[in-house]
């Protein structure tokens, strides 16, 4: 099976500031890379896929990157709202992973 | 509005049974390939089980594999998950999810995703 891992496990941020969070794949997944959004309670919502194309109704300051083994997701000015935890998953195989999640909290 | 609600969900022993159901609405149901995803207190997400639209072609991860049963009806718009010898380990939040674009079941993301349901397996 394909391992995901991300980096860091937690991030603390400002309203405003520039966030990048890191997600490795243990082999290449092309570009089978997505991130999600998951706040407390509530289900993960789509936010990149394809490793950089943005799902309908995502605000664009999130952008994601990469191919192969690394990618990023970046958040170009942090706002209350998107305090929550992301995942990534690979989708490079139907046997899907999810990495572990890092959680952005307000320093 | 495209929406996908889970139930079934409950406090179970170990060993025992459980079926969780998800009604879908919204969109054409039988077009799309569908999963359930769980979720573990305080971890992160796994993928558990898909199958087609047709229903035909399922797939389980290696940790329910055997125990597991995913099916679907697509006259009621359902998705299933029958869990059978159910573990402590299998104690998670179960969502079911839609995959993005429609046709067989494959290399896809997860664009619509329930509410969830909680099962506790505890003696």
């Known amino acids: 099976d394909i391992q995901m891992t991300q980096s860091p496990s937690t991030l603390s941020a400002s309203v405003g500031d520039r966030v990048t969070i890191t997600c490795r794949a243990s082999?290449?997944?092309?570009?089978?890379l997505a991130w999600y959004q998951q706040k407390p309670g509530k289900a993960p919502k789509l936010l990149i896929y394809?490793?950089?194309s943005l799902e309908s109704g995502v605000p664009s300051r999130f952008s994601g990157s990469g191919s192969g083994t690394e990618f990023t997701l970046t958040i170009s000015s942090l706002q209350p709202d998107d305090f929550a935890t992301y995942h990534c998953q690979q989708y490079n195989s139907y046997l899907f992973t999810f990495g572990p999640g890092t959680k952005v909290d307000i320093k | 509005e495209v929406q996908l609600l889970e139930s079934g969900g409950g406090l179970v022993q170990p060993g025992g049974s459980l079926r969780l159901s998800c009604a879908a609405s919204g969109f054409t149901f039988s077009r799309y390939a569908m999963t359930w995803v769980r979720q573990a207190p305080g971890k992160g997400l796994e993928w558990v089980s898909g199958?087609?639209?047709?229903?035909?072609?399922?797939y389980h991860a290696d940790s329910v594999k055997g125990r597991f049963t995913i099916s679907r009806d697509n006259s009621k718009n359902t998705l299933y998950l029958q869990m059978y010898s159910l573990r402590v380990d299998d104690t998670a939040v179960y969502y079911c999810a839609k995959l993005k674009n429609g046709g067989d079941y494959g290399s896809d993301v997860f664009d619509i995703w329930g509410q969830g349901t909680m099962v506790t397996v505890s003696s």
């Open positions: 199958l087609s639209g047709s229903g035909v072609s399922t």
């Open positions: 082999q290449s997944i092309s570009s089978w």
């Open positions: 394809d490793a950089s």
